[in-house]
């Protein structure tokens, strides 16, 4: 829901008399202020960002924003990642922060270049196969 649909259903709530035994008014007033928290930090992030709009001079490296095609050297099974900003995660689309070890280990790196980092599942190492940037 949407800040000002939150408050006209809180605002509701309210007009329902007893608000100490009221919870849709406690549930409601929750929601207001996680809408509230997420508001303040995101604002307080905009001061702080800084958008990345074209593709580095060396396009054979990894860096901020690059598709990342990599080879697990010890199953062949080939995987792809793009590094992104840290408010920009995910996972099912395989994108992976910037801040990840994975991608630490990745930046500055070329093709056929192996990197070996630790994940929760173990240390991996991988070669990298492909390195690509949005036009």
């Given at each position: 829901m949407r800040r000002p649909e939150v408050v006209?259903?809180?605002a509701a709530?309210?007009?329902?008399g007893d608000r100490s035994e009221n919870a849709e008014y406690t549930y409601r007033k929750k929601q207001l202020g996680e809408i509230?928290?997420?508001?303040?930090?995101?604002s307080k992030r905009l001061e702080a960002l800084k958008v990345?709009?074209?593709?580095?001079?060396?396009?054979e490296a990894v860096f901020f924003g690059a598709a990342v095609e990599l080879?697990?050297?010890?199953?062949?099974?080939?995987?792809?990642?793009?590094?992104?900003?840290p408010d920009e995660t995910d996972a099912a689309r395989g994108w992976i922060s910037i801040d990840a070890p994975l991608?630490?280990?990745?930046?500055?790196?070329r093709i056929d270049d192996e990197v070996q980092v630790q994940l929760p599942g173990g240390l991996v190492r991988y070669v990298i196969v492909d390195v690509r940037y949005p036009d």
């Amino acid at each position: 829901m949407r800040r000002p649909e939150v408050v006209k259903a809180l605002a509701a709530a309210a007009a329902e008399g007893d608000r100490s035994e009221n919870a849709e008014y406690t549930y409601r007033k929750k929601q207001l202020g996680e809408i509230d928290r997420r508001v303040r930090y995101l604002s307080k992030r905009l001061e702080a960002l800084k958008v990345v709009d074209a593709a580095p001079a060396d396009r054979e490296a990894v860096f901020f924003g690059a598709a990342v095609e990599l080879e697990n050297v010890a199953s062949g099974e080939c995987v792809c990642y793009r590094i992104v900003g840290p408010d920009e995660t995910d996972a099912a689309r395989g994108w992976i922060s910037i801040d990840a070890p994975l991608a630490r280990a990745l930046l500055k790196k070329r093709i056929d270049d192996e990197v070996q980092v630790q994940l929760p599942g173990g240390l991996v190492r991988y070669v990298i196969v492909d390195v690509r940037y949005p036009d």
